[in-house]
């Protein structure tokens, strides 16, 4: 008989919908740093961490000036909006049903501790995850397979162990890639199905719900 494969999970846009108080936040963080740009610009680099935005936002000049400080003003812009924050459409459930089909279950998320820890009070998913990933775990974020890695070591598995990765954006399509994971999406990152699939997405769904409705008729066994 054939295992399951390892369930990593974005946790971010994913399973929790944070996607656009992040682009504000970094819109507001930027601004108060005398640098505005446009919100669609920032919310099409949301998933990809901290570490990389600023230069792929702004460029190496705009990292080497306000870079720290930008990420630190993000944060403080940031930690007020996630009071605002939801679970997505059957984001537990999900996590539930996986779990209950004998799939190991480890959240890979780049967020800040105390952002994490918020969504782990959110999802009520610290009794069905395995573990998880913050922000102070790795140097490199998505699309960088480190976090992927890192996650599947937190459950003592090797870095090639049989995986599957869920999220929500062409970085976490591109780090699984990275990583030789398959992804499964879905749509609440923003990104055009037409771009995930270019990515390398196998499938596509609007909900974390939908997903887990589909799980009978996927395959992901080892």
């Given amino acids: 008989m054939s295992s399951q494969r390892i369930a990593v999970l974005d946790v971010d846009g994913t399973l929790v919908d944070t996607n656009y108080q992040h682009a504000l936040a970094w819109y507001r963080a930027f601004r108060s740093l005398g640098e505005t740009f446009p919100v669609w610009r920032i919310h099409r680099l949301i998933g990809m961490g901290g570490d990389q935005l600023v230069a792929a936002l702004g460029g190496d000049d705009v990292e080497e000036r306000i870079g720290e400080e930008a990420r630190e003003r993000w944060v403080t812009e940031a930690d007020p909006l996630m009071e605002e924050v939801a679970v997505l459409p059957g984001a537990r459930e999900l996590l539930l049903a996986l779990k209950e089909r004998g799939h190991r279950v480890v959240l890979a998320s780049s967020g800040k501790p105390h952002h994490v820890d ?74 055009g199905d037409d771009e995930l699939r270019d990515a390398g997405a196998l499938e596509i769904f609007d909900t974390p719900a939908d997903i887990a409705a589909a799980l009978d008729r996927l395959d992901l066994s080892a």
């Fill in 118 to 191: 918020n969504a782990l009070d959110l999802l009520d998913a610290r009794d069905i995850a395995e573990a998880w990933t913050t922000s102070e775990d790795v140097e490199a974020t998505k699309p960088a397979p480190d976090l992927l890695q890192v996650a599947l070591k937190k459950l003592g598995e090797p870095i090639d162990a049989p995986s599957i990765l869920i999220g929500d954006s062409v970085y976490d399509v591109e780090a699984g890639k990275n990583a030789g994971m398959p992804s499964i999406v879905v749509r609440s990152g923003g990104f």
